[in-house]
């Protein structure tokens, strides 16, 4: 349950951090990212890391119930 808490406060950190779109803040030109580009380099990926994580919890919820009813346990 704890990591579940954890995954909804690193959610909520993502969306509400960045306004700015993907394309605005991942400008890769020759002069060095600033505070601001490190920061919103950070946020881009972490929200993809969220979303790897997501999509790995519901596959591995829809496997767990699959396998719980191919046993026979209901819970």
């Not at 995954?7 to 060095?32: F, N, Q, Y």
């Not at 490190?38 to 596959?59: C, D, P």
């Amino acid at each position: 349950m704890l990591s579940y808490l954890t995954l909804k406060a690193i959610k909520t950190a993502v969306e509400v951090g960045m306004v700015r779109s993907a394309a605005e803040t991942l400008s890769l030109g020759p002069e060095p990212l600033g505070e601001a580009g490190q920061e919103a380099l950070f946020h881009f990926h972490l929200r993809g890391l969220f979303s790897v994580l997501a999509h790995l919890t519901e596959k591995s919820q829809s496997l767990t119930d699959k396998y719980m009813e191919l046993i026979g346990v209901a819970y």
